[in-house]
């Protein structure tokens, strides 16, 4: 359940979509903050034994924007949040409408004003980052350095597992050391990672900044609803000087090869 799930259907009046209203009685130990709902639109889940309600992050609702400042932006884009436990709620057997006593765990989400309370255990997502993990070729003395002598190349990495491949994309660039962008491209997302084929572009010897950035559809500018988790970086060097290495000699001197 994400947080469009309980905007879209926590009405009381199907009509006019009214939020619905309690008053709050008995407040949990271990809260972090009121369980009032106040200003809030609420869903009540009622479960059984070994039901998990999974609570997930509010990224986007899919659909792209075709109006004044937010065209080609992804809808819900100003929304981003997250969900935080509140405490509990208790209501007696005589104030339940299935007459039987509860006691709700409260989650209020952050941007949206959707809250949900729920008495079976839950599952709260984050928003992971996109992510930058590897080269095709990483030369140097370490296999994840991100140093090599291959001037073509393959760039990997993850994605958020919100990430929609329908509405989104991967952009993907390459910046020298003088922070001109020399390289870019969008990468292939396949579920939670994405790669990216450069090797048709020689790079020069230097060093280097990669820039993976979620974007939408239309354009190249990061998707607001991922925050900062929408950009990675990672520095790269192409260093293409012949290692040298030292060779003892039987006459005691020492002969360097490279």
Do not use: C
């Not at 925050?227 to 060097?237: K, N």
């Amino acid at each position: 359940m994400s947080a469009n799930n309980v905007l879209s259907l926590g009405g009381s009046n199907a009509t006019t979509m009214a939020p619905y209203t309690f008053t709050s009685t008995v407040q949990g130990t271990g809260s972090t903050g009121s369980t009032t709902s106040t200003g809030k639109v609420q869903f009540v889940v009622n479960g059984q034994l070994n039901d998990v309600l999974n609570l997930s992050v509010l990224a986007n609702d899919g659909v792209v924007s075709a109006n004044g400042a937010s065209a080609g932006l992804l809808g819900n884009t100003d929304l981003a949040g997250s969900w935080a436990y509140k405490g509990t709620f208790s209501i007696a057997a005589g104030d339940a409408m299935d007459g039987v006593a509860h006691v709700y765990k409260v989650y209020d989400h952050s941007t949206t004003g959707a809250q949900v309370l729920v008495d079976v255990d839950v599952t709260v997502n984050t928003i992971s980052p996109i992510t930058i993990s590897a080269i095709s070729t990483d030369a140097g003395t370490s296999a994840t350095d991100f140093i090599t002598n291959d001037q073509t190349l393959t760039y990997s990495g993850g994605l958020p597992a919100a990430f929609n491949g329908a509405t989104e994309r991967v952009y993907v660039e390459i910046v020298n050391s003088a922070n001109v962008v020399v390289s870019t491209g969008f990468a292939t997302p396949s579920g939670t990672t994405w790669s990216w084929n450069n090797t048709s572009k020689t790079e020069l010897e230097g060093n280097y900044t990669i820039r993976a950035t979620i974007v939408g559809l239309t354009n190249t500018t990061a998707v607001p609803a991922y925050g900062a988790g929408a950009v990675a970086t990672h520095l790269m060097t192409i260093d293409l000087t012949p290692p040298q290495v030292a060779i003892a000699r039987t006459d005691g001197l020492t002969t360097t090869v490279g």
